[in-house]
C-alpha cells in the first residue's frame, strides 16, 4: 500500500497538487505552513495541522511528502525544504496529473511535479524538485536540472538545456538547442533565441539580459 503524505506548503500551488492527489485516491495525512494561523484551516478538505516541524512526529518510512511550494522568481525556500527533508531522511514523491501526455523513456528524478495539460516528450530528463507546470510543453531530448520550474503555458523546443535553480516564467517560449545557466529567471512571455548564462535575468522579445 502507498504510504500516507504530508503536503509542504499551503498556498495556492499546494492547492493544485491536493487536487491531484484527491483525484489519485491518495492518503493526506495533512498540510504544513510555517504561518501557524493557518493551523486548522482546510484546504479541498484536508487540514492544516501546523508547521514543517510536525514532520518529524513521523519515522521517514512511515510517511512520503510532497513540496507544496511554488515559486515567482529564484525556488531558494522550495530548494531548501526538498533538500533539508530528504538529509534527514524523507521521500518526496512525484506528482503527475491523469490528463499529462509523458513519452514512455522519459526520465524523472525525485520529487517531480507535471502539472495539467502538460506535455514532455521522448528523450527528455526532468531533475529532481522540478515543476513543469499546467499546460507547459518540453519538447524531444531536452535536459532540466534540479529545482527548476517550468511556469505554465511555456514551450521548450528540442534539446533545451536548463541548469538547477532555473525559473522560467509564464508563456515564455525558447527555441532549438538553447542553453539556460543555472539560478536564471527568464521573465513571463519572453522568447528566448540565444543561450543564457547563469545568475542572470533575461525578458523580451528576444529575450535580453536585464540589470
Do not use: W
Amino acid at each position: 500500500m502507498p504510504l500516507p503524505i504530508v503536503v509542504l506548503g499551503a498556498g495556492g500551488h499546494s492547492k493544485v497538487l491536493i487536487d491531484t492527489l484527491i483525484a489519485q485516491k491518495a492518503k493526506i495525512l495533512g498540510v504544513t505552513d510555517y504561518q501557524l494561523a493557518k493551523k486548522g484551516k482546510l484546504i479541498l478538505g484536508i487540514e492544516v495541522i501546523g508547521d514543517d516541524l510536525m514532520i518529524l512526529n513521523y519515522q521517514p518510512n512511515k510517511i512520503r511528502l510532497v513540496n507544496g511550494l511554488g515559486s515567482v522568481g529564484i525556488p531558494v525556500k522550495r530548494k531548501y525544504l526538498f533538500c533539508k527533508f530528504t538529509e534527514l531522511g524523507y521521500k518526496f514523491v512525484n506528482v503527475i496529473h491523469p490528463s499529462v501526455v509523458i513519452a514512455l523513456d522519459v526520465h524523472f528524478g525525485e520529487g517531480v511535479q507535471i502539472m495539467a495539460g502538460a506535455v514532455v516528450q521522448t528523450g527528455c530528463r526532468i531533475g529532481k524538485n522540478s515543476i513543469i507546470n499546467t499546460k507547459a510543453s518540453v519538447d524531444h531530448d531536452c535536459a532540466i536540472a534540479a529545482h527548476v520550474h517550468i511556469a505554465p503555458g511555456v514551450t521548450l523546443s528540442g534539446e533545451v538545456e536548463v541548469g538547477e535553480g532555473v525559473h522560467i516564467g509564464t508563456g515564455a517560449t525558447v527555441i532549438q538547442g538553447i542553453r539556460i545557466g543555472q539560478n536564471s529567471i527568464i521573465a513571463a512571455g519572453s522568447v528566448v533565441t540565444k543561450d543564457v548564462p547563469s545568475g542572470v535575468t533575461v525578458m523580451g522579445i528576444p529575450a535580453r539580459e536585464v540589470t
